[in-house]
């Protein structure tokens, strides 16, 4: 059966390339002489690494090394876009604008009357509203649009429009993210599957891709979560978090991964990995799928060997259910 566009455009089922519009998209611009230097201060990667045609992929942490935000950071000549997570923008611009500054100090009350003192030379708007970003999950054959077949991570084709498409590490899918100016035409549309919010969800826990809501949260690490090469831990920068990222990364026996899960019947969230009696972690998304019921977890080493038994619980009304699984390398499908 093919696929039938919005539009009426009919494609073959799989075989084209996908097509996703983010919602909420956030997009910041970030200026002044130390914007490198305060996200090099804030996040895991290199951001020095930055050039016109090369982008940067990396994490915004707390100080238990968690994950705030995933970061894409484009150089657009004096300024940096940084595009975060779907639903992340109000939130990753209100923390970015807090730690330009250094807070009062002191506890006395005449401390709250001191001038706060800059840190960092730098300026953050939120562009949001200016911008708009999709993905585009590879299929068979060239991109559509006349873009170019991804590339090497964070590789950046620019277009005259405005408009940038920027090669995507696999935990996003391994495709292209494509950010537009709001109201420009985007081009790439005519030969892809346009999928909506359900038909999304499906398609990224088939890929194993991170969800914002799901995987991409103050729950987890990025190494649990497998963005390892997103930390740099040989950069200067102390960016919040190091020290716990490094001795997590030292154990590599203990510890937690994401992995997939493959379901004997379909079951509903929130839900928990256990083998035997001993619960080993959380189930982060799960959905039904052509090939059945799929999932997504976190779960403790060296349970996430590819092949483990597991079992998976969740709750019906006022039972617990079990349901058998079993581990999954990524991706599903």
Request: net charge negative; charged share 20%.
């Amino acid at each position: 059966m093919p696929w039938t566009l919005r539009w009426g455009v009919e494609v073959e089922a799989t075989m084209e390339w996908m097509y996703y519009r983010y919602p909420q998209a956030g997009t910041l611009r970030l200026g002044g002489k130390d914007r490198k230097v305060f996200l090099q201060q804030l996040t895991t990667n290199d951001i020095e690494a930055l050039s016109p045609d090369q982008a940067v992929f990396t994490v915004l942490t707390n100080a238990a090394g968690r994950v705030l935000d995933w970061l894409l950071v484009l150089e657009e000549g004096e300024y940096l876009l940084v595009l975060t997570l779907p639903g992340r923008g109000e939130t990753t611009f209100a923390y970015l604008q807090s730690q330009r500054e250094e807070p009062p100090l002191g506890t006395v009350p005449l401390a709250s009357l001191r001038r706060v003192t800059p840190r960092f030379q730098v300026e953050v708007r939120d562009e949001s509203r200016l911008w708009d970003q999709a993905v585009l999950l590879p299929g068979e054959g060239p991109p559509p649009g006349g873009l170019d077949a991804p590339q090497h991570v964070g590789h950046v084709q620019r277009f005259a429009n405005g408009s940038a498409a920027v090669s995507l590490p696999q935990a996003l899918g391994g495709g292209l993210l494509v950010l537009t100016p709001r109201g420009v035409t985007v081009m790439v549309v005519a030969r892809a599957v346009l999928l909506d919010t359900q038909a999304f969800d499906v398609e990224r826990v088939r890929r194993g891709i991170l969800g914002p809501e799901t995987e991409l949260t103050a729950e987890f690490s990025p190494l649990e979560l497998g963005l390892k090469d997103f930390v740099a831990f040989d950069k200067d920068a102390a960016f919040p978090g190091r020290a716990v990222l490094a001795t997590e990364a030292r154990q590599t026996e203990r510890g937690r991964q994401l992995v997939g899960l493959r379901l004997h019947a379909p079951i509903t969230l929130p839900a928990s990995v256990r083998m035997g009696e001993t619960q080993i972690g959380p189930v982060t998304s799960a959905v039904t799928t052509p090939e059945g019921p799929l999932a997504l977890a976190v779960v403790r080493r060296p349970y996430h060997q590819p092949g483990t038994q597991v079992s998976v619980h969740y709750a019906e009304g006022e039972h617990e259910r079990t349901v058998p699984a079993e581990v999954s390398a990524l991706p599903l499908a």
